[in-house]
Every structure is written in C-alpha cells, then in structure tokens.
T-cell receptor, first 113, second 116 residues
Framework: AQTVTQSQPEMSVQEAETVTLSCTYDTSESDYYLFWYKQPPSRQMILVIRQEAYKQQNATENRFSVNFQKAAKSFSLKISDSQLGDAAMYFCAFGGSQGNLIFGKGTKLSVKP | GAGVSQSPSNKVTEKGKDVELRCDPISGHTALYWYRQSLGQGLEFLIYFQGNSAPDKSGLPSDRFSAERTGGSVSTLTIQRTQQEDSAVYLC??????????????FGPGTRLTVL
C-alpha cells in the first residue's frame, strides 16, 4: 500500500524568505503523480503544483517549485519570496493506479511579517 | 466556470441521527470523490465514482456510510446513526477524465459535521 509522510507538522518562515516543505512516499508503482495542495482556513483545497513521475524535470509554478527525487521517493516543495497569503496547511498527495489520492498529514506553514 | 459546491457548509446533529451531505461537481467531470478530514489529520479517502462504473467503496469506514451519484452529476453522502467519531470535515472533489489518479482533482469547500 502507498503511504505519504510529511515529517514537519509545523514550519515558520519570514516574509520574503524561502522555505522548503518535506514529503516522502512509498510505492511499488512506476507510473504515478505527486501533488502539493494548499488548504487555507477557508478549508478550500487548492492545487499548488503537480509532478509526473516519468518526468525528470522538476515542476515549477511561479514562486513554487519541487525537488523530485524518484529514487529516494522524496518530493519537497520550495516556496520562494514567501508572502503572508502563503500561510496555510500544505498537503502532499500521491496519485497512482488506485484512483483516489493518498494524502500526508500536512504541514502548517506560518509566515511572519 | 463554477467550481465544486457542497451543502450544507456546517451541520450539527445529535448522536444517532442520520445526515445527508451534498456535492455538486464541476459540470462535465466524470469522476467524483469523497474524503474525510478529521481534526489535525490529513484527508482520508471514502468513496469515488467514475463515469457509469460501480463506485469504489473501499474507503468507507462502516456500513453506516453510503453514497450515491444521480445522473452522473450530484452526489449525496449519507451517514446513518451518527456517532461522535464521525465529526469531521467532509470534502468532495471532482476531476475531468476517466483516469482520476492522473488528472487534477478540484475540491469543494467541505461540510463541517459536528455530532453532539
């Protein structure tokens, strides 16, 4: 069975600085997708970035980028130039052959002004 | 266009009562998912519907939980004889294609269920 682990329950970053959120996963599948979702206090889950496992190039979306290490089964999220609006829960998720997503327990990110 | 909508936003009920939670997916999306998020936890998969195929019910925690999707659109999650441990946020998501694990899932705002 697939598992997703986020080892940092809480993280804090100064506004305009860079922060990296960690995620590791376990799977025996070779084709899969990885996702980072953001959940602000409004509860709405918002897709931040996605990575196809067959792609070696790391995905980027504006200030958000990932460091995908397939052999190590690691998928970290880097947020550059952090903004107050980035404060939220961040969930790493695995999407494989089973259809549904498998989520980690989340990292609560605080941004200090 | 309109996103995924869920109703009610909040629901308070007494232990032992039945509740129905509703999800309206994005128009044209063939896959629909229900997840449960307990306090301080990640999302736990409950059930998903994919086109006209039989739903994958492998995540339902007990036979008190059931869901249906009418006409390939709106879905209702029903919890019978609610227990206090059912208190959680119930999130619905939909995705466009028949390969839901590889396509983006768009989430609704959730229903916060409180069982007294």
């Amino acid at each position: 069975a697939q598992t997703v682990t986020q080892s940092q329950p809480e993280m804090s970053v100064q506004e305009a600085e860079t922060v990296t959120l960690s995620c590791t996963y376990d799977t025996s599948e070779s084709d899969y997708y990885l996702f980072w979702y953001k959940q602000p206090p409004s509860r709405q889950m918002i897709l931040v970035i996605r990575q196809e496992a067959y792609k070696q190039q790391n995905a980027t979306e504006n200030r958000f980028s990932v460091n995908f290490q397939k052999a190590a089964k690691s998928f970290s999220l880097k947020i550059s130039d952090s903004q107050l609006g980035d404060a939220a829960m961040y969930f790493c998720a695995f999407g494989g052959s089973q259809g549904n997503l498998i989520f980690g327990k989340g990292t609560k990110l605080s941004v200090k002004p | 266009g309109a996103g995924v909508s869920q109703s009610p936003s909040n629901k308070v009920t007494e232990k032992g009562k039945d509740v129905e939670l509703r999800c309206d997916p994005i128009s044209g999306h063939t896959a629909l998912y229900w997840y449960r998020q307990s306090l301080g936890q990640g999302l736990e998969f409950l059930i998903y519907f994919q086109g006209n195929s039989a739903p994958d019910k492998s995540g339902l925690p007990s036979d008190r939980f059931s869901a249906e999707r009418t006409g390939g659109s709106v879905s209702t999650l029903t919890i019978q004889r609610t227990q206090q441990e059912d208190s959680a946020v119930y999130l619905c998501a939909s995705s466009q294609t028949l390969t839901p694990s590889t396509d983006t899932q768009y989430f609704g705002p959730g229903t916060r269920l409180t069982v007294l």
